[in-house]
Structures are given as C-alpha cells and as structure tokens.
C-alpha cells in the first residue's frame, strides 16, 4: 500500500518523518511530496517556488498543487497522509481545510486521506518520551534535568500534556508561544552542543522515540496513529 506524505514544516520533517514511518509501519510504503527541498540551480542558487517552511493554508495550496502534478503524470496511491504542525488552531477547522484542498483535485477525491497534527508542533512528541530522546542522547544527557527544568520552570511546558502548551495568538495566527524555540533556549542556558530543529529533532524521532509513551500523554498523536496502524495492518 503506497501512501503519500504531505507534511508541512522543513528540514526536521524533510529528514525524520519518512524514516519514522517507515520505522514503525513496515506493511506500507511512504513516499514524500512535501516538503520539498529547493533544488539547486546554476551558481547554487536556490529556487525560492519550493521554499521550505510551508503550513496551514500554504501547505493546502501545496497539496493540490502537488497532488496534481503527481497524478496527471499517471501516479498514483492507496492513502494520502498529510501532518502539519497545528500551531495552535482548531483541529476540525484545519482537518476541513486541508480536506477541501484534497478534493479540489477531482482525481483525488475518491482516493483515502488520513489527515493528522502535530500539536502545537513536532518537538511536543519529543519532550513527551523525554526519558528516551533528550535524556539519552549523548548531546543533552549530562544536562538534561536542568533544561527539563528551565522548560517546566521558565516556559511552563506541561511534560504530561505538550499538546497543551501555549494557546492561540490572533495578531500572529500562531501560538504565543513555539514550543521548539523555547527548547532550544533552555539548551542553550547550560552550556554544551546547542539543539537544531534540523538535525536533534529527526534523529529522536527516528532513533529514539517511542510511538507508545507518546500516545499516552498526546491524544491528537493517538488518533492519527492509530489510524494509520489500523490502515497499515489492514488486510
């Protein structure tokens, strides 16, 4: 069963979400469409059409865009996934969103969607499984309590509940607060290898996080999961 992913975001989703679900879900095969790294052009030059970085309604301009352009050259797929960071909006209004952008594809309309969030963005899987990701890689592992302790004292980061963190931000459309900047400041107050969305991000969540613990304290993780589990081990 091929299933296309549209994630929203840059190189942390570039970089760790395929290999995550390929990890955890070896009856289906993931392909990425977005994001889509720039390519290089003549005195590496990057594109700037295929910027990174593209969610909410950029993302739902890209997946009709993209699916599109994919299946008018005659490719096809059993599901379509798309995971963007919710940043703080309502679940059901961007679910109807992204959905709508699916079925301005007449092509796709019939094809099955699991659409799914990272709330309010990806590193809250992250600081969920703290004890197997930050606690045991060897960048944090001698610091760990302490920047666990910035983010539960400074940043007031729910440990139990992530998908809590922060609320919603009018003027900016966003959170008030992003939960992978405040992980990264709190790293870099101890001194030691800073934190890079690009490179600590993937790498947990490809080599160290465990889907279980996750779902325990994160249930918009869960739903998605599950659902995509339940597909994946479908006859």
């Known amino acids: 069963m091929v299933v296309w992913i549209f994630a929203g975001g840059g190189e942390a989703e570039i970089r760790g979400l395929v290999n995550f679900f390929r990890k955890h879900f070896t009856n289906c095969e993931f392909e990425r469409k977005t994001p889509i790294r720039p390519k290089l052009v003549p005195h590496k030059v990057k594109k700037k059409q295929h910027a990174l970085g593209k969610t909410g309604e950029s993302l739902a ?26 940043d703080c ?11 709508d952008a699916i079925d301005k594809v007449e092509a796709a309309q019939n094809i099955k969607r699991l659409i799914g969030f990272a709330v309010p963005e990806l590193e809250a899987w992250i600081i969920a499984d703290w004890d197997n990701t930050v606690a045991k890689h060897i960048d944090f592992r001698q610091r760990h309590s302490a920047i666990r302790w910035s983010l539960s004292t400074q940043s007031n980061v729910p440990f139990d509940a992530p998908e809590s963190f922060s609320n919603y931000d009018p003027v900016t459309d966003a959170c008030e607060d992003k939960l992978s900047e405040c ?7 101890y001194g030691g290898r800073k934190y890079s969305k690009a490179i600590h991000t993937p790498m947990l969540l ?3 996080l465990n889907p279980q ?5 994160c249930p918009v993780f869960k739903q998605f999961y599950t659902e995509l589990f339940n597909y994946c081990n479908s006859d």
Do not use: F, P, W
């Not at 909006?89 to 959905?99: A, P």
């Not at 992980?183 to 107050?189: D, G, N, P, S």
């Open 206 to 208: 490809i080599e160290y």
């Open 61 to 86: 301009k890209q997946i009709k865009q993209e699916l599109h352009s994919s299946l008018s050259h005659g490719m096809s797929c059993d599901l379509i996934l798309v995971l963007d960071d919710l």
């Open 89 to 99: 909006h309502d679940v059901e209004t961007r679910k109807i969103m992204l959905s």
């Open 183 to 189: 992980l990264v400041e709190a790293a870099k107050v």
């Open 213 to 217: 613990i996750v779902s325990n304290k």
